[in-house]
């Protein structure tokens, strides 16, 4: 199999790491990720790495407490799952760095676009950690925000649902599963494969989204090669 890319942004859920959990790190599906980057990262492709934080908190579900400060609380926790996963990505040999968009030195280095990039050249891989470090904006955000500044050519959009449906398939069995889709239609159907903010930022940058399931062995090198697997929006 041929790598149809040479640089991806891989944006995982919080809740795909929780594996089949609610809350926290399954450390299975931790490896089971860990396993899929290397697969394509020995490759040849150059793999970035945005994380989610709703295993351990979403700023959006809290009932009283101030959104911003919900939503610091949520870009924390997604620090915990870039650490997590660069311990489960060296554990299989890959060289990883994790960057923060808020700073704490000790753990992780900050987020410059420049030195990410640099990383990335010199095959290792990065998670970026902690959204954009600005409260309001999800990790799909920071996802199209990143893909964009590091000039990825698509974004790998690994979910616990295996593709983009007009409904939660787990609701309702009726609902239809799309297999191409453009970033407008998602726009004006209100899909929630993504924020309308993120959706619009990749739709301006012309960036292509994969979307696919990330508990299938596999699927990663399957979406990097191109297979029709999941939903493209492009």
Known sequence: ???????????????????????GLNEEMLKKVALQVKEVHDMGVEVA?????????????SKSMDRATADYIGMLATVMNAMALQDACEAEG?????????????????????????HLEHGKVVIFGAGT??????????????????DAEVILLAKKVDAVYSDDP??????????ELT?????????????STAASLCRDNHINIHVFG??????????ICGEPIGTIIR
Do not use: C
């Open 214 to 223: 990330i508990a299938t062995d596999g699927n990663v090198m399957r979406a």
């Open 49 to 61: 790495v945005v994380v989610g934080g709703g295993n351990f908190w979403r700023g959006r579900s």
């Open 183 to 195: 970033h407008q239609e998602v726009l004006e159907k209100g899909l929630k494969v993504m924020d």
């Open 133 to 150: 470090g600005n409260p309001f904006f999800s990790t799909d955000t920071t996802a199209a925000l990143r893909a964009a500044e590091i």
């Open 170 to 179: 787990e609701q309702n069995p009726e609902a239809v599963k799309y297999d």
């Open 94 to 118: 890959l060289p990883t760095r994790v960057q923060t968009a808020i700073e704490m030195r000790e753990v992780a280095e900050p987020y410059v676009r420049r030195k990410a990039i640099s």
């Open 1 to 23: 199999m041929e790598a149809k890319y040479k640089r991806v942004l891989l944006k995982i859920s919080g809740e795909a790491l929780a594996g089949t959990g609610k809350f």
